[in-house]
T-cell receptor, first 121, second 112 residues
Framework: DTEVTQTPKHLVMGMTNKKSLKCEQH?????MYWYKQKAKKPPELMFV???????INESVPSRFSPECPNSSLLNLHLHALQPEDSALYLC????????????????????FGPGTRLTVL | GQNIDQPTEMTATEGAIVQINCTYQ??????LFWYQQHAGEAPTFLSY????GLEEKGRFSSFLSRSKGYSYLLLKELQMKDSASYLC?????????????FGAGTQVVVTP
């Protein structure tokens, strides 16, 4: 089973709204990721959680706030977004956590969820 | 940092073979991955190479030459459902977080 689930599939929100995106995996993966993808562009890494701790924040604006309540769940809280934040938000997970000189192997690939299509009005 | 280059678009006929090239320049290397992405959907993992040579998986094969910073994905017996974007991704070997750097993707159009 290599399934990562995301909810909702589609989300439309105003610039003053607060909403959350959810991601879940039950593969025992220890690293989870948030990516943002614009049309016809590759995914851009936003955050990496390793062993439920925020490990990488790729200079993402504070209107995006990630949270990892447990090893299976990853949330992305959204507040005061801008229309240019409209995109496909992808969650991914991979078996190994990072840091501490970890050596990743080929089996440590990233598995993506179906994404949430976000539109900010 | 890493630079990853792949062609923007390729067109081929159903039943034919298409080869998508990917070149990369990296400060560290720990694997090259290929993903398929249909429009509006998530990337799906296809294959990976960490050592030189050819990896075959059914109709899809991937090749790597680390000395040349080069990989290709070979799609055989093309089907209409293979029309998608194909992303080349390199794992950074210089950090222990194993971050991926994605190429811009190659849009493959399969015609009848």
């Amino acid at each position: 089973d290599t399934e990562v689930t995301q909810t909702p599939k589609h989300l439309v929100m105003g610039m003053t709204n607060k909403k959350s995106l959810k991601c879940e995996q039950h593969m025992g993966h220890r690293a989870m990721y948030w990516y943002k993808q614009k049309a016809k562009k590759p995914p851009e890494l936003m955050f990496v959680y390793s062993y439920e701790k925020l490990s990488i924040n790729e200079s993402v604006p504070s209107r995006f706030s990630p949270e990892c309540p447990n090893s299976s769940l990853l949330n992305l809280h959204l507040h005061a977004l801008q229309p240019e934040d409209s995109a496909l938000y992808l969650c991914a997970s991979s078996p190994l956590g990072g840091g501490g000189g970890a050596r990743h192997t080929g089996t440590d690939t990233q598995y993506f969820g179906p994404g949430t299509r976000l539109t900010v009005l | 940092g890493q630079n990853i280059d792949q062609p923007t678009e390729m067109t081929a006929t159903e039943g034919a073979i298409v080869q998508i090239n990917c070149t990369y320049q990296t400060s560290g290397f720990n694997g090259l991955f290929w993903y398929q992405q249909h429009a509006g959907e998530a990337p799906t993992f296809l294959s990976y190479n960490v050592l030189d040579g050819l990896e075959e998986k059914g109709r899809f094969s991937s090749f790597l030459s680390r000395s040349k910073g080069y990989s290709y994905l070979l799609l055989k017996e093309l089907q209409m459902k293979d029309s998608a974007s194909y992303l080349c991704a390199v794992r950074d070997g210089s950090d222990s977080w194993g971050k991926f750097q994605f190429g811009a993707g190659t849009q493959v159009v399969v015609t009848p």
